[in-house]
């Protein structure tokens, strides 16, 4: 499934090759992606639209319009995006297609058919990591927001943390223990000042959970 650092270089991409192109023409090969109308309402909802962004909401990619509705990607596990010229074949589990102006297609591709593409979704997350509100504060009421569970569990919980994902979580390692020691390198806000110790006091179950770790991958999401 691809991580936060992977969606935020599909947005900047995508921009790149689709941004303020008019969706002249869509075909649906597999229907289950589409969530939740049907392949009809889909095509008429989203044809000859202009595509004015691409951003990363969450582990999603949200599409707007020039008529301000919102198309929200979910690629899954295996789900894959092209971007073709229209006379070239399409991949061999391509789901849909968008034809645009100028010539060219986005292929919407998944063999599992999991990937989602939900019309003005209204879902909710949890706080980004890469938002100027994401604070030592902020993370440190997470933390102690959490009565039981592993830390794994917490960090992948959307509805707290919004975008982070298996592989960041197994980065982290385990110990068993209501109170742990956290070693900051500098303010979330500023990056990389002096180096502190910090003691959080918590009642959140971990398994020896080196936050240090956390903490500057991050930072280093809110640079990139």
Same mark, same amino acid.
């Given at each position: 499934?691809?991580?936060?650092?992977?969606?935020?270089?599909?947005?900047?991409?995508?921009?790149?090759?689709?941004?303020? =192109?008019?969706?002249?023409?869509?075909?649906?090969?597999?229907?289950?992606?589409?969530?939740?109308?049907?392949?009809?309402?889909?095509?008429?909802?989203?044809?000859?639209?202009?595509?004015?962004?691409? =951003?990363?909401? &969450?582990?999603?990619?949200?599409?707007?319009?020039? #008529?301000?509705?919102?198309? %929200?990607?979910?690629?899954?596990?295996? $789900?894959?995006?092209?971007?073709?010229?229209?006379?070239? &074949?399409?991949?061999?589990?391509?789901?849909?297609?968008?034809?645009?102006? $100028?010539?060219?297609?986005?292929?919407?591709?998944?063999?599992?058919?999991?990937?989602?593409?939900?019309?003005?979704?209204?879902?909710?997350?949890?706080?980004?990591?890469? #938002?100027?509100?994401?604070?030592?504060?902020?993370? =440190?009421?997470?933390?102690?927001?959490?009565?039981?569970?592993?830390?794994?569990?917490?960090?992948?919980?959307?509805?707290?943390?919004?975008?982070?994902?298996?592989?960041?979580? &197994?980065?982290?390692?385990?110990?068993?223990?209501?109170?742990?020691?956290?070693? %900051?390198? $500098?303010?979330?806000?500023?990056?990389?000042?002096?180096?502190?110790?910090?003691?959080?006091?918590?009642?959140?179950?971990?398994?020896?959970?080196?936050?240090?770790?956390?903490?500057?991958?991050?930072?280093?999401?809110?640079? #990139?």
């Amino acid at each position: 499934m691809p991580e936060l650092p992977d969606l935020e270089v599909f947005a900047e991409n995508l921009n790149k090759l689709v941004l303020n =192109k008019k969706i002249t023409d869509i075909k649906i090969i597999k229907e289950k992606p589409i969530v939740p109308l049907k392949p009809v309402q889909f095509i008429n909802f989203i044809k000859n639209k202009k595509i004015i962004s691409v =951003k990363r909401v &969450d582990k999603q990619l949200l599409f707007t319009f020039d #008529s301000r509705d919102t198309m %929200l990607l979910h690629l899954m596990l295996h $789900g894959e995006l092209f971007f073709k010229k229209i006379n070239e &074949d399409l991949p061999k589990y391509a789901c849909v297609v968008f034809e645009l102006d $100028g010539k060219n297609v986005l292929i919407f591709s998944d063999f599992t058919q999991w990937m989602k593409l939900k019309i003005n979704a209204n879902e909710e997350f949890g706080i980004d990591p890469k #938002s100027k509100g994401f604070t030592f504060d902020a993370f =440190k009421n997470i933390l102690n927001d959490k009565k039981k569970g592993n830390a794994k569990e917490l960090l992948m919980n959307q509805n707290k943390i919004s975008g982070l994902g298996n592989s960041f979580a &197994d980065e982290i390692g385990m110990l068993t223990s209501p109170d742990f020691s956290l070693m %900051l390198y $500098g303010d979330l806000n500023k990056c990389l000042l002096d180096i502190k110790m910090l003691s959080i006091s918590t009642k959140l179950k971990t398994s020896n959970f080196s936050l240090d770790r956390l903490y500057l991958l991050l930072i280093s999401l809110r640079d #990139s």
